[in-house]
């Protein structure tokens, strides 16, 4: 049974600073790209970032650029993601997943799916 757990989601003031952490079981990790998605109340779910399998390519939306980097720990089935400068509009609940497909920013392209860690950034 394939599990994503997310965890590290919580309260910050704007220009905080919060590292998610998703812990995969029941997969072979390291053959999985991995992305972080995330869904604010009444939005649809939107990209975030992406890596591949070998941690050594990544994507990021826009509107995290520069803010935002997600990494992967192959030997422990887990990938993070560091948010810094946070702001607002970056309140959401977070998702991790994992795609078959090399790197991908597509979430119809990811077979599984966490939970979800809420992120609540206040002004």
């Known amino acids: 049974q394939v599990q994503l757990v997310e965890s590290g989601g919580g309260l910050v003031q704007a220009g905080g600073s919060l590292r998610l952490s998703c812990a995969a079981s029941?997969?072979?990790?390291?053959?999985?790209?991995m992305g972080w998605f995330r869904q604010a109340p009444g939005k649809e779910r939107d990209f975030v970032a992406t890596i591949n399998w070998t941690g050594d390519n990544t994507v990021y939306a826009d509107s995290v650029k520069g803010r935002f980097t997600i990494s992967r720990d192959n030997a422990k089935s887990t990938v993070y993601l560091q948010m810094n400068s946070l702001k607002p509009e970056d309140t959401a609940v977070y998702y991790c997943?994992?795609?078959?497909?090399?790197?991908?920013?597509?979430?119809?392209?990811?077979?599984?799916w966490g939970q979800g860690t809420q992120v609540t950034v206040s002004s």
């Open positions: 997943a994992a795609s078959v497909r090399y790197i991908s920013t597509k979430g119809s392209e990811y077979v599984h």
């Open positions: 029941g997969l072979s990790f390291s053959v999985y790209a």
